[in-house]
């Protein structure tokens, strides 16, 4: 995995009372619920969490921030993200993100089933987030419903961001009522670490000589063919749309 800067200078602490109970209000918590809350800062929004259910809380830094229903955990959440996943089985997950963990962390995100996703990120990563026209946001939207929930002031945190944040809700759509391709997404993004050909091949239906005409029968030029020997995340945004396009024509005839 990449490696992402996670020291002090990315960090801003949510201070805003109101909206820490807007966040709680918003995840609607349950007592058996059992959220993973990233980045906690000072406590705050950890404590009103615990007074719902339990939550496993990870930072970079050890603040002291313990209590009932609260597990702490000092660490990269990008290095411990699947294997707390693993453990405690959280369905809710809420954050306030340093933001250049935002695309790697959506990317380990894709790769659980959790019920309900809070993130406070910042603005101009919620814009990408709900463009439809990039990587991140092609997948995300395949699988997810996502909405922008609130557009938050840098007074909400100390230190102050230089930039607006956004409360981002992410909802995972019902396995029974997405399409095609959105289980084809849903199942690449869990061979991220295979060529997309190889991927495509062992996600459809069908001999694999049979897929292999398939792709064969779209991906008919060098450039096309250059995409598919590539993995998910190696694609630019550009080739990604491309490789949009020519998964649909692959699989129009079986929707």
């Known amino acids: 995995m990449e490696s ?3 020291d002090k200078s990315g960090k801003h602490y949510m201070i805003d009372k109101k909206l820490i109970k807007y966040i709680v209000d918003e995840a609607m918590l349950l007592p058996n619920d059992v959220v993973l809350e990233i980045g906690c800062g000072h406590g705050e929004l950890t404590r009103e969490i615990a007074k719902k259910c339990k939550v496993i809380t990870v930072d970079i830094e050890d603040n002291n ?3 009932k229903n609260i597990i702490f955990l ?6 411990v993200f699947l294997s707390l996943f693993e453990k405690y089985g959280f369905n809710k997950i809420i954050g306030n993100i340093p933001y250049n963990i935002s695309e790697p962390l959506m990317r380990l995100i894709f ?9 406070t990120v910042g603005e101009n990563f919620s814009k990408i987030l709900v463009s439809k026209n990039n990587r991140i946001s092609i997948i ?9 929930l609130n557009i938050i002031s840098p007074k909400a945190f100390n230190p102050m961001p230089r930039v607006n944040s956004a409360l981002i809700s992410i909802e995972q759509k019902d396995i029974d009522s997405i399409d095609k391709i959105s289980l084809i997404y849903k199942e690449l993004v869990l061979l991220d670490n295979k ?3 190889n991927a495509v091949i062992k996600i459809m239906k069908g001999t694999k000589k049979e897929i292999k005409n398939k792709i064969n029968s779209v991906v008919n030029t060098n450039i096309y063919r250059k995409i598919f020997d590539k993995k998910l995340y190696q694609l630019s945004n550009e080739e990604f749309i491309l490789f949009d396009k020519i998964l649909r024509k692959i699989i129009q005839p079986e929707v």
């Open 4 to 6: 992402f800067n996670l």
């Open 140 to 148: 995300a939207n395949e699988l997810y419903n996502i909405e922008v």
């Open 195 to 197: 060529k997309l050909r």
């Open 65 to 67: 921030v313990r209590g």
């Open 111 to 119: 790769k659980v089933n959790v019920e309900t996703v809070l993130l």
């Open 74 to 79: 000092k660490s990269n959440i990008l290095d």
